[in-house]
């Protein structure tokens, strides 16, 4: 519908194309299954840097076979949406065959503590990073997450754009705690990046914001994401 007594006008602006360079290594023949959450842009950065991306639509998780012969979702390394992980964890061939199942970045804090989304306990608290800037500390400088494919070094660890870390509270033992990281003026929270051993997988759970970092093209973050 048009009306006689508002004349048109045009609005223009700059067409502008923003790119950024990131050099990364990527595993030969790594298989990424990947659970998308809302907006989530990360599948689309993980093909950029050359990685196969499989988008597994969440009905695919269901059990297809008994737990004992370790087939369901076999040959991927899921990234998880919430109301997934519980089965997957019961279900999913982690347990019986290597491979890494993640989990990323969990915001709502009654929902996690009350939900059992990880194969040892941990609790998260309501600690946040909220500085871009805010300094990254290495716990375990030596542990591989930092050195393969990717070296990763202290220039690397800065939490980035929209760092918006939600840190795990109390965690059982058997969590690594990989980084470290505070805002100014606050205590260190040791919970942004955790690792455990699970059967003959591994289980990362990660509160940094790699879901804004990966998209705004954050080097470090790009290389980090990658290696876990």
């Given at each position: 519908?048009?009306?006689?007594d508002l ?13 950024g ?7 030969a ?7 998308m959450g ?5 599948p ?17 998780c ?7 012969t370790?087939?369901?979702c076999?040959?991927?390394a899921?990234?998880i949406?919430?109301r ?5 964890i ?14 990323q970045?969990e ?10 989304f990880t194969?040892?306990?941990?609790t998260?608290?309501?600690g ?7 300094p990254v500390?290495?716990l ?18 800065k ?14 033992g058997?969590?690594?705690p ?6 100014a ?9 955790l ?7 591994t289980?990362?759970?990660t ?11 954050v080097?470090?973050?790009?290389r980090?994401?990658?290696n876990?």
């Amino acid at each position: 519908m048009t009306r006689a007594d508002l004349d048109t006008f045009y609005y223009y602006q700059p067409a502008v194309q923003r790119l950024g360079v990131v050099d990364v290594k990527v595993p030969a023949r790594l298989k990424v299954g990947y659970i998308m959450g809302a907006g989530d842009e990360i599948p689309t950065v993980l093909r950029q840097v050359g990685l196969d991306v499989a988008v597994i639509p969440a009905r695919r998780c269901r059990p297809r076979t008994s737990a004992s012969t370790g087939r369901s979702c076999s040959g991927f390394a899921p990234m998880i949406r919430r109301r997934m992980l519980r089965r997957i964890i019961r279900s999913c061939s982690i347990s019986f065959r290597p491979g890494h199942l993640g989990r990323q970045y969990e915001a709502d804090v009654g929902n996690f503590n009350g939900g059992q989304f990880t194969p040892y306990p941990a609790t998260l608290g309501r600690g946040r990073v909220s500085v871009e800037e805010a300094p990254v500390e290495m716990l375990a400088p030596e542990d591989s997450v930092f050195h393969f494919p990717n070296q990763i070094t202290q220039r690397d660890s800065k939490a980035g754009a929209g760092a918006g870390a939600v840190l795990h509270g109390q965690m059982d033992g058997k969590f690594t705690p990989l980084l470290a990281s505070h805002d100014a003026g606050e205590d260190s929270l040791k919970g942004g990046l955790l690792r455990a051993q699970y059967g003959k997988g591994t289980y990362i759970y990660t509160g940094y914001a790699f879901f804004r970092q990966l998209p705004a093209g954050v080097p470090g973050a790009v290389r980090l994401y990658v290696n876990c």
